[in-house]
């Protein structure tokens, strides 16, 4: 077999490390994308703070680097261009990063890994997906560089911003860019999925059934079942809106509308009466609410394997962290009606929605108590990769709770489009999926790269992002209660906002320090690469197959045949075994006790 | 190359991946060894997959469709005879898709070809007789824009007719590698392409009666 395996391995540069179809290296490609547009993106959030921090203070070597978005004489941000930081922002941070890395970066490199494959059950499509992924990034990216400037309805896009190109600056070519680049990531996630379902489905080595795989290969696997099922939802509101924009429909676009000083008048001898930009809301949160747990499964996986590793303990109640899965992903598709409270919809329809979105913090609660039993009296081991997965139980927590306020029609209509919701969705849905990715990069990383990150620069890094997270986006919360609006420009416009702008200063400065402490990950990340200590296969002495192989593990991914699998991923210190750990793949005979698994 | 079958590792039959139709499974990927946890193709997996993500595609336009025609200026179009006749031949060509699928297992290749012929053919008249469609119903000066019925029409015609197109260009390759003889029946091939072709034939009925005959 090994020999098989160097016969298949490509051996140019091109076919090895571009066009490659292994696994591993599409998934570091996807990685290390999605870590480029996190700096573009972490970037547009600094511009955002130092709007709202100092609205009326001039930024002169701003204005000079970005002469397209400030006034060039007082420095001051052009109006029209702080909807385009958060837009993009928003757009870049929640699919092109934090869709990506997770699921695309960490799914393609541990599927196959963890369920005891070779490769994805399609690496060619897989190969396709990564550079569809690719062509997304630089429509999106280069629409900050056309007339009128970037997309700047806000990342959902809603009607009449989104479907009138005069509406506003962004609403030109730069919306169309952001359209066209939403349905080559709609695309490439697609065929991530296909590849995910299938392979998690068909490639199980022998023994693995589907009871007995790890959790992070669970949630991205539903994970991925989420994301084909959603996703369509857009891409026909996406077809419809270019539709809107280009061919002269009114799917989303009323009558009477009142834009730029006159009313927008519907093209002669059509008998329509214009469309419902409601409809467009509908279709965008159908994929929306999954959207955000296709973000957080995959961090809820890595935090269970990690955190069983670090607790020497099996996870508690396997099955109903399992059950507790596939209950989110089932609940997250009929709770999309939570985001339009303030829309107008039926006060029935309401209340069903908000029963629903109450139910999944049953399974999310069942979760957060199985890690904290886990942990309940374990010898813990404080590395790097395990603080990180304690603090997203921690932010899951408190971000979780605010979904609790939120999700109720009454409260949510004082809430709805204040700080409280940014604070709520950047400490859940971003925060959890963020720590997801830096705990799931510290952990794997031996595996993906032969080396050990360092422990010191990574325990600085999560001492500085942990503090600086909850300082950023905790005070938001009273930023919200006290009124201040989502998308507000200037907070110093409004008298009862004023007194709030100390707050505003100090989450600016908070956010300053949490993107630099950023670079400490970065500089840790690529000089590990290459200087860091090098690893053996199982560092972590950890059960799940991906630590039977080599590290970095090679084409192919185990040089021999390929491990069967005995019993379930988490048997950690089980009473009377010689070694305080069973890995899945050791033969029954050689565990040297009885383990009923 | 090992391929493995039955073996006693797990507690139950369920907890053994077994390679059950013994000769699909294997044989294409650069490792085989995995394949058939479960007992189907594995690229029949993956297609279904696709089909239920497109099928939710249609579900998307059909919900907006429904809550569009609640609107108080719906006026539906007259709907172009022709349609009915398209119908028919997409019908008659999931038909001959069937014959042609069946040729394969008794091994006719020669027939298996001349079916998935016949079966494009087919395709691509219905392709035809919906532009004609379109072109009759500009000639009554109904346009895109013109109501939101007519959008819809456009519009739905329009995605279905791209993914029928697909089909197409798939059972074209199906039948250049059918002269070329790599087809037996244990192959998945035909049989993915017949999963497809019935799949954007069902649509079409679907949305027939959606746009035309619902309430």
Redesign the interface.
Known sequence: ?AQ?NHH?EPQSFIRKYVFSMDHKVIAKQYYITAIFMAIVAGLLAMLIRIQLAWPQLGQTWLAKLLPAGFDLQTGLMKPEFYPMLFTMHGTLMVFFVLSTAPVSGFGNFLIPLQI????M???FLNMLSYWTFFIGCIVILSSFFVEGGAAAAGWTAYPPLSALREAIPGSGLGQTLWIIGMVFFIASF?MG???F??TV?????????MM?LPLTTWALFCVAILG??????L???A??LL?DRH?????FLPQGLYIGGHVVEI?Q????????PL?WQ??FW?LGHPEVYILMLPAMGITSDIITVFSRKPIFSYKSMVYAIWAISVLSFLVWGHHMFVSGMSPYLGMAFATFTLLIAVPSAIKVFNWLTTLWRARIRFTTPMLFALGIVSLFISGGLSGLWLGQPPIDIQMHDTYFVVGHFHLIMAGAALFGVFAGTYYWFPKMFGRMMNETLGKIHFWLTFITYYSTFFPMYYLGMGGMMRRIYDPTQYDFLKPLQPLNVWISISAFVLGAAQFIFLFNFFWSMFRGKKADRNPWRANTLEWTTESPAPH?NWDG??P?V?RGPYEYSVPGAPDDHIPQHLEPEKVGVEVHA | MTRWVHSGTGESGLDVPVDTNGNGNGGEGPYPENEGALPIHTKQIGLWAFLATATMLFAGFSSAYIARRAGADWQPIRMPPILWFNTVILIASSVTMEIARRQLKRWATEALQRWLLITAGLGLVFLIGQYIAWRQLQAQGIYLPTNPHSSFFYLLTAVHALHLFGGLVALIVVFLRARRGVYTPYHPGVGLAATYWHFVDIVWIYLFGLLFYLG
């Open positions: 077999m098989h298949t005891g494959a070779r490769d059950a399609f690496p697609t999925g296909l590849n379902v299938t489905l068909n490639l199980r080595t022998r023994g693995m059934s007995r084909l099922l959603s996703f369509p939802a891409t026909a509101g077809i419809m539709f061919l002269g429909t009114s799917f093209q001898g059509l008998t329509t009466q214009g469309g419902s409809l509908h279709l159908f192919g045949p390929v069967a005995y």
